[in-house]
């Protein structure tokens, strides 16, 4: 079942042309709201804003050098392992969604273009359906035990707000394509579950300007932005003294820690927000 | 005056709403982002700011006293156990300070009043409150004061 192009059964009833001018219509949508949305919330003038706000209190100059070992340490960590995140499950739903997503994607995209008649199209069908599922996993988690308006909000898993347009469409579209593949060829429900999976997909694509979908591409500048900050001692305005430097070790302040291990363990850690 | 949130810190964790003690900071509807629903009620307690893992969210000082240009800023390492601060002055001066984190964990060292025996009628009718010999260490000896914990007092201001 998972080794099949769901696409190609459709084929049959969909020419590969329309199909491909949906993913380029999609791909075109996206492009137009994020930058409806950068124009309406002006998110670059504020990044380049505080950019020059962060040189001005710079206490040392960052060599071209750093600036790109900087950047590829934001992808090897913000990026690639969503590494911003201070909460572990957080982090780990976020993986699973993020990288479902990426590879539902483009599996999606490579079956419809290179394979779009093809029911057997090697590792593809695989990769679309794997990617589905891990999308599926890390939205339900998400959306049924991390979403802090369930716990600290006390809103009930099925009250929406527009604050879920982009992870509902987003789990929508994971739901109905698993669906509509399980189900494809059994007729009514077939195309019940095909209507329901389009209708996800555009409500995704098309709500770009309404929806969070565009900090996929703004959150990687911000936390580039913020490393750099570090870099180059402005820091946005934080401390920067820590015990780790012997001098500070000395202080008045800090005769109660003297002795104290490095890291504090568990026992200091802040709780998770569950006393709402 | 009261707290704000940068936007592109936010991550929606929910720490800020958790911990204000006037029940102000909330997930806001449209962007899931952390947001001061009512600022006249802040008091500036800088438990949020202290408790945002993003050092997401920040304090405007009143403006006559901490006119614009000024910064407040705090770092709770729970690594390290330290509690960091750097206060900004507008004229470009500038003051750090580092000391550990005291904040006990949630839930515990609550006085288990339902096993401390009942007080008797001396206790009662004595000017002293609940534990106080005990909590003020004068059961321990005399007061203790910076010369019998063999510390000194120096002239200025110094951390």
Redesign the interface.
């Given at each position: 079942m998972i080794t099949s192009n769901p696409f190609a059964e459709l084929a049959a009833f969909i020419p590969p042309a329309a199909m491909q001018a949906y993913v380029v219509l999609m791909v075109i949508l996206v492009a137009v709201g994020t930058i409806l949305d950068m124009m309406h919330k002006r998110?670059a003038q504020?990044?380049f804003e505080n950019a020059k706000k962060a040189e001005k209190n710079a206490t040392r100059s960052v060599s071209g050098g750093e600036k790109f070992s900087q950047a590829m340490q934001t992808l090897g960590k913000e990026v690639i392992t969503s590494g911003?995140?201070?909460?572990p499950k957080?982090r780990a739903s976020h993986l699973f969604t993020m990288w479902g997503f990426i590879v539902f994607v483009v599996s999606s995209a490579v079956l419809i273009f290179g394979y779009a008649t093809e029911p057997a199209a090697g590792v593809w069908p695989i990769l679309w359906h794997l990617g589905a599922l891990s999308l599926a996993f890390g939205g339900y988690w998400f959306w049924f035990f991390i979403?802090?308006?369930v716990?600290?909000?006390g809103r009930r898993w099925y009250q929406l707000?527009?604050?879920d347009m982009f992870i509902g469409s987003l789990l929508a579209t994971s739901t109905f394509a698993i669906l509509w593949s399980l189900t494809q060829g059994t007729g009514a429900l077939g195309w019940l579950f095909f209507a329901l999976f389009l209708a996800a997909t555009t409500t995704l694509f098309a709500t770009v300007y309404w929806s969070?979908f565009a900090h996929m591409f703004?959150k990687p500048a911000?936390a580039y932005q913020k490393r750099i900050t570090r870099a180059d001692g402005s820091a946005?305005?934080?401390?920067?003294?820590?015990?780790?430097d012997p001098e500070?070790q000395q202080?008045?302040?800090?005769e109660?820690?003297r002795d104290?291990p490095?890291?504090?363990g568990k026992?200091?850690?802040?709780?998770a927000?569950?006393?709402? | 005056m009261p707290t704000f949130v940068y936007m592109?810190?936010c991550?929606?964790?929910?720490?800020c709403?958790?911990?204000c003690p006037s029940d102000i900071m909330?997930?806001?509807?449209?962007?899931?982002r952390a947001y001061n629903i009512e600022p006249n009620m802040c008091w500036e307690c800088y438990s949020c700011v202290k408790?945002c893992?993003?050092?997401a969210i920040d304090v405007r000082g009143y403006a006559d006293f901490a006119p614009l240009g000024h910064?407040v800023?705090?770092?709770r390492?729970?690594?390290?156990?330290?509690i960091?601060?750097?206060i900004?002055f507008r004229d470009g001066r500038e003051k750090?300070?580092?000391?550990?984190?005291t904040?006990k964990?949630?839930g515990k060292h609550i006085p288990q009043l339902a096993d401390v025996p009942a007080p008797d009628k001396s206790m009662r009718d004595s000017q002293l409150l609940f534990n106080e010999p005990k909590y003020i260490r004068m059961d321990e000896g005399d007061l203790h004061t910076l010369e019998a914990a063999g510390l000194k007092l120096k002239e200025g201001v110094?951390?």
């Open positions: 998110s504020y990044f911003e995140f201070k909460n957080r979403r802090v308006d716990y600290s909000e707000v527009r604050a969070k703004f911000a946005e305005n934080l401390p920067t003294l820590t015990r780790d500070q202080r008045h302040s800090m109660l820690l104290a490095m890291e504090m026992g200091i850690q802040r709780e927000p569950h006393h709402y | 592109t810190r991550d929606g964790c929910g720490y709403v958790d911990i909330h997930i806001d509807e449209t962007t899931r408790a893992p993003h050092h910064s800023r705090v770092d390492d729970e690594d390290r156990g330290t960091a601060w750097k900004k750090n300070f580092l000391s550990p984190i904040t964990p949630w110094y951390y």
